[in-house]
């Protein structure tokens, strides 16, 4: 059997071996069960060493074409069962459609920016660096409260803001998300009430429906959550938390003003909540901004971030800090549901934080949104588009036609390769709306402008 191997390919011989086995066996239909040449005669037909074709046939075996029998060589594997397309998971739940795989949609309501966006070198580096250097970040369990190294940077990333939290303060998580389920975790018991934004983040209402919470909705404003509606709230029931988003609010764009904030922290301090500030846009904040945590000192503040947005959303890399006490008891049930936070991941943040590279890269992404979120709005006004606000900084707008139903946005979407997260999906207990959440990092393609002209017209 000759695979013709090129020696002065730049792909290893080894893959060329891999790829012509399965190339031979596929051209000529062979039936499971067939034998393969032996190691020692595929070698000398093929002049390459018998370690090669060991190496090959092991890289079959593992992919499921080939069959190792003991003592008597290697076979043709049946066939695989083509693999689910998990296409049912989408049309069951809309909220996950902007996960559907499908190649050649443009995810126009994702909430993350386009991987050619991404630091792809630099985290390449990071990731080989700390390989070579620290090699037991591939195998050890990390500390309870996380990479000590990567604390340290996020204490001078969270002074930066003016939030000032001591290193026992600060837990790592397994992004943002993990952060926010410790906390219900931690803090919630069935029947206790919260309050949430609407419209705000739909994985949020998710998650405390899991933990079966008791949710009460205010409505979020150009200025922030409605403090008198929130105050209306309070004369009659007594929160355990209250979730906000102070930057770039998801999914409206807005950010808290300093007004807002104050009234939020005092009707907190009168009625005896904590609030919780979910902070995962704010990386992306190229003006002035208001943060809770900042203005109350961690009393009565749980602040939560991430680096999913920024940097990586495999990774997942996330943190929260707060007051001491709440922080020790959100690490213990860290340590008990999983055991701590990925310590080789947390060693490449670090790693990134302390080069600069995160910063670099960040400056770019806050460049690139900028020019996408003018050109988004332009586009929307020339199309008759309506904006609740228009956001100073993030990646998104939330807009709607005047007159579409969301029936008309899915039939334009669905006929251009757009694909989008239903309005409903940001309200409570899936209230019908006409917005939609815009992704202003996709907004540039000519696809998004179709569908803004296409619903319009």
Not at 60 to 73: C, F, H, I, Y
Request: a positive charge.
């Amino acid at each position: 059997m000759r695979l013709g191997l090129d020696r002065d390919a730049d792909m290893p011989l080894v893959e060329q071996i891999v790829q012509g086995l399965a190339r031979w066996l596929a051209e000529r239909k062979v039936r499971a069960g067939t034998r393969m040449p032996s190691i020692r005669r595929l070698a000398i037909d093929n002049n390459v060493s018998a370690s090669s074709v060991v190496e090959a046939y092991a890289r079959l075996v593992a992919q499921g074409v080939l069959t190792p029998r003991q003592g008597s060589g290697f076979f043709a594997a049946q066939p695989p069962a083509a693999p689910a397309t998990g296409q049912e998971l989408y049309l069951a739940d809309p909220r996950w459609a902007q996960f559907d795989p499908s190649a050649g949609k443009l995810r126009l309501g994702c909430g993350w920016v386009p991987d050619e966006w991404r630091a792809t070198e630099a985290l390449g580096h990071a990731i080989r660096r700390v390989t070579r250097e620290d090699p037991s970040a591939v195998f050890s369990y990390n500390q309870p409260l996380g990479l000590p190294a990567l604390r340290a940077q996020l204490q001078r990333r969270l002074a930066s803001v003016h939030i000032h939290a001591g290193i026992e303060q600060i837990l790592t998580t397994q992004g943002a998300s993990h952060g926010l389920d410790l906390i219900a975790r931690t803090l919630l018991r069935p029947g206790d009430t919260v309050i949430v934004e609407d419209p705000g983040y739909y994985n949020l209402f998710n998650l405390l429906a899991l933990h079966q919470a008791r949710v009460l909705t205010v409505p979020r404003r150009k200025d922030g959550p409605d403090p008198d509606a929130l105050e209306a709230l309070l004369r009659e029931h007594q929160p355990r938390l209250m979730f906000v988003n102070s930057l770039y609010q998801n999914p409206t764009g807005t950010s808290l003003s300093p007004r807002v904030a104050h009234r939020l922290l005092r009707l907190a301090e009168q009625h005896d909540f904590l609030l919780v500030e979910d902070d995962i846009y704010a990386d992306f904040q190229n003006a002035p901004g208001t943060r809770l945590a900042a203005l109350d000192g961690l009393n009565r503040v749980i602040y939560v971030a991430s680096f999913s947005k920024t940097l990586s959303c495999s990774l997942r890399v996330g943190y929260v800090t707060g007051p001491l006490a709440v922080v020790r008891q959100l690490a213990e049930v860290a340590q008990c549901t999983g055991l701590g936070t990925q310590r080789f991941a947390e060693s490449v943040v670090a790693t990134l934080l302390a080069s600069g590279a995160w910063r670099s890269s960040l400056e770019r992404l806050r460049q690139r949104l900028a020019i996408n979120m003018a050109q988004t709005l332009k586009g929307l006004a020339e199309n008759g588009w309506e904006v609740f606000d228009e956001p100073q900084g993030g990646m998104f707008v939330w807009a709607r036609y005047p007159g579409a139903t969301p029936a008309v946005y899915a039939e334009k979407a669905a006929a251009l390769g757009v694909l989008l997260t239903p309005g409903a999906a940001f309200r409570p207990f899936d209230r019908p709306t006409d917005w939609l959440r815009l992704n202003v990092a996709y907004c540039t393609d000519p696809r998004a402008r179709a569908f803004l002209r296409e619903v319009a017209a």
